[in-house]
């Protein structure tokens, strides 16, 4: 069935270092993939998306690129900030023969930047 | 930008009590869900609804129902709260295959 799965946290850096969470999927067809971020005591928002192959997300320096070959669409940001801090959820849309769609989440990585 | 608001962010209930969560949301999208989510457990789907009193059961749905009466209002109920639903409730809508939910900013539930 379709799944997703992320790289296991917390992840803890040092503000300015470089991130990447693995993200990769299981899935019939090319579903649309979602990065999305909680911050402490929130609902999650979404972060950025990609609806098909080699496409790039990106929003507020983070970025993810759809890749088939490899059924992954890790996120990256070049520079962390503290405010970065955060639980970030890897996503696919999942279509049902009814005619509705559902998200499929991975459990979150937590990422802790400390200065 | 789509607004989806839950009615409260904190709640403390008794147990066996009937309780109403709300969500309303401003865009006229069909597809609605209510998930909890749990430290370990991720996101886990309760309950979701495809068009007016439409209802589909999710992954987890014992112990709770949901009404959906109106296309902008969704409401999940728990018709005898435990201390086992302790818990924070998000409500998210879908507007289509290629947009992501968008999800209200949760209800933190604790029963006692």
């Known amino acids: 069935g379709n799944s997703v799965t992320q790289m296991e946290g917390p992840v803890t850096l040092s503000e300015e270092a470089f991130l990447t969470i693995n993200c990769t999927y299981t899935?019939?067809?090319?579903?649309?993939l979602f990065w999305y971020v909680q911050y402490p005591g929130e609902g999650l928002q979404l972060l950025l998306k990609?609806?098909?192959?080699?496409d790039k997300g990106s929003n507020k320096g983070f970025e993810a690129t759809y890749r088939k070959e490899t059924t992954s669409f890790h996120l990256e940001k070049g520079s962390v900030q503290v405010s970065d801090s955060a639980v970030y959820f890897c996503?696919?849309?999942?279509?049902?023969?009814?005619?509705?769609?559902?998200?499929?989440f991975g459990a979150g990585t937590r990422l802790a930047v400390h200065p | 930008d789509v607004k989806v608001t839950q009615s409260s962010r904190y709640l403390v209930k008794r147990t066996g009590e009937k309780v109403f969560l709300e969500c309303v949301q401003d865009m006229d999208h069909e597809n609605m869900f209510w998930y909890r989510q749990d430290p370990g457990l991720g996101l886990r789907l309760i309950y979701f609804?495809?068009?007016?009193?439409?209802?589909e059961k999710g992954d987890i749905p014992e112990g709770y129902s949901v009404s959906r009466e109106k296309k902008e209002r969704f409401s999940l109920i728990l018709e005898s709260a435990s201390t086992n639903q302790t818990s924070m409730y998000l409500c998210?809508?879908?507007?289509?295959?290629?947009?992501?939910?968008?999800f209200g900013s949760g209800t933190r539930l604790t029963v006692v």
């Open positions: 996503a696919l849309i999942m279509m049902f023969s009814g005619g509705y769609n559902k998200l499929i």
């Open positions: 609804s495809y068009d007016v009193k439409m209802k």
């Open positions: 899935a019939t067809g090319y579903p649309s």
């Open positions: 998210a809508t879908l507007p289509g295959p290629n947009y992501g939910y968008t």
């Open positions: 990609a609806t098909k192959a080699d």
